[in-house]
């Protein structure tokens, strides 16, 4: 009895659980999917047989695009995205977004389709937006394009001042960075404990240390969240504003030190929706009321300690602000966090074609 | 003496015991050297089981099947209790029973409550990351957005808001696809 369906096409994978039998189906895109596309929307729908195949219908280069996934029968309370960040689509082209989907309930009979798929947002690169944005895709969206203009500018300019030998060097220092990095595996749930707490004494609240980068914005000024054994809850962050323009957005992210000392990235704390209009000079609190319950292998990680810095801010303008480079080596602490989605794939391809591969990478755009 | 029973010493061991038999163990424990010795084995037993690594297995998987199997013997048992037991009342047997009952139902609110969740929160949407990629579970319904071709995932990354997401790398392409699971 198989549990799980990987298909190589847009394979959406239904498996009834009715508690003695299990069995797992594999249905047709297009009877069990359907794609919602705008009528204006500046992409095409080519084909499902091998993911979304889209075309770029509009005039300008693409750099990112997210869909969103609803199966409201399946996940209830919740929902589902797909984004394609760090791609350069000219008009006209193609581009392939892979969507596997495993649902999984009751045996029930079921009419119509049992996913809806529709476009959230587009971002083209004059960072321009198409979209509804009911997931805050343009932010997202934007966030990974400045992220990416930073290290491609980055990997480029030690192209430029040390030749090859400067890029692989810088190329293998940041896949040894993410070899290295340490991760946590993480549940998480809204009102009460997450699953599975493994320590469910009393909480006490555990106070953030803070990483001050020296370019940033906004800077943190204290902050907590109730702690017991393996699982955080309710962190909330006082920061304020030390810029001259108004802040509509803010991210912290959160790194804990478990008790043997070693540190990982856990996640991040953002200005809840709508909550945040800070203007130059003043002071906000962000707070969240979820429950993170942390492990590793297996095995619950114990919360000995936290740490917190200020990762991404956007301003009322739209402008956005991310730590620099220098930012980022400026603490030993900061080689935990993740990535660029676009640093990871640069890497991904010196991994796999080589140094050429890369520089030509780089002078593509 | 009157020693209380090995799987008593054995709840007390953990921690697990509810306060008034706690207290009631507790206070023969002082006096009584054995018993002593008895929960120290216990206590050493069960570090000794969590310094052991976990093998790794599709944890979801067996507990679906234990499930399964539940109702299984849930069933068979409904099949077996048709069948008609008792011929007639009978008042030792009933005041047995009552008594039984009464344990029971005290056991259920004396026990510690520090262990045990309101019913609500079992059936809350959780957001979780599986082998086979980032899920949003809500009691026995999911949707899984599954990692491209079975790869293992990448830069998992949790935002507090109630956001949970993994990065793919398309082996061919070299694309970086980013799927996200959320709390609404």
Request: charged share 20%; net charge neutral.
């Amino acid at each position: 009895m198989s549990l799980c369906n990987k298909g190589t096409a847009a394979v959406l994978a239904v498996l009834f659980t009715a508690g003695l039998h299990a069995q797992t189906t594999a249905l047709s895109p297009s009877d069990s999917i359907k794609i919602d596309l705008p009528a204006d929307s500046p992409l095409n729908l080519i084909s499902t047989t091998m993911g979304l195949t889209l075309r770029n219908a509009g005039a300008r280069h693409i750099r990112g695009v997210t869909l969103l996934i609803t199966a409201q029968e399946f996940a209830p309370g919740g929902k589902g995205s797909v984004a394609r960040p760090s791609i350069d689509v000219p008009p006209g082209e193609n581009f392939t977004l892979p969507i596997d989907i495993r649902l999984v309930r009751p045996v029930r009979e079921t009419a119509g389709p049992l996913v809806r798929v529709q476009l959230d947002g587009v971002l083209f690169d004059d960072l321009s937006f198409y979209g509804p944005n009911k997931l805050n895709s343009q932010r997202a969206l934007t966030f990974w394009e400045v992220e990416a203009q930073r290290d491609r500018a980055y990997f480029k300019q030690a192209l430029q001042a040390r030749g090859q030998t400067g890029l692989q060097q810088e190329i293998l220092a940041s896949i040894a960075k993410q070899a290295d990095r340490p991760q946590l595996d993480v549940s998480l749930s809204r009102n009460g404990p997450a699953v599975g707490s493994a320590v469910p004494s009393t909480d006490h609240m555990a106070q953030f240390a803070f990483l001050n980068l020296p370019g940033a914005p906004v800077q943190p000024l204290e902050g907590w969240a109730a702690i017991s054994g393996n699982e955080a809850r309710s962190p909330q962050i006082e920061v304020i504003n030390n810029s001259g323009k108004p802040v509509r957005y803010v991210e912290i992210g959160w790194l804990v030190k478990d008790k043997q000392g070693r540190e990982y990235l856990a996640g991040s704390v953002p200005a809840s929706e709508s909550a945040m209009v800070l203007p130059a000079g003043q002071r906000a609190r962000l707070q969240q009321d979820t429950a993170l319950k942390f492990s590793r292998a297996g095995r619950p990680v114990e919360i000995d300690g936290m740490t917190a810095y200020v990762s991404q801010v956007e301003f009322a303008d739209g402008h956005v602000w991310v730590p620099s480079r220098r930012d980022l080596d400026s603490s030993p602490l900061l080689r935990i966090t993740a990535p660029s989605p676009e640093e990871q794939r640069l890497a991904d391809i010196y991994a796999k074609k080589g140094l050429p591969a890369l520089v030509a990478e780089l002078n593509r755009y | 003496m009157n020693h209380p029973r090995d799987n008593d010493l054995a709840l007390l061991a953990g921690g697990e015991a509810g306060p008034i038999r706690r207290f009631l163990l507790d206070r023969h424990v002082r006096t009584c050297a054995d018993c002593r010795q008895t929960i120290a084995e216990y206590r050493e037993f069960r570090a000794g089981l969590a310094d052991q690594e976990l093998p790794d297995l599709n944890w979801n998987f067996l507990a679906a099947d234990m499930r399964a199997n539940i109702r299984l013997g849930l069933e068979a048992g409904a099949c077996v209790r048709t069948t008609h037991v008792f011929g007639g009342w009978n008042r030792r047997l009933g005041i047995a029973f009552a008594g039984l009952a009464l344990l029971v139902g005290s056991g259920f609110f004396l026990r510690d409550l520090r262990f045990h969740r309101p019913a609500a929160e079992v059936s809350a949407p959780v957001l979780q990351m599986t082998a086979s990629g980032v899920e949003i579970r809500k009691g026995e319904n999911s949707l899984t957005l599954l990692n491209h071709h079975g790869n293992a995932a990448t830069n998992q990354t949790v935002s507090a808001e109630g956001d949970m997401e993994v990065r793919n790398i398309d082996g061919e392409t070299g694309s970086v696809t980013i799927n996200n699971v959320s709390l609404q």
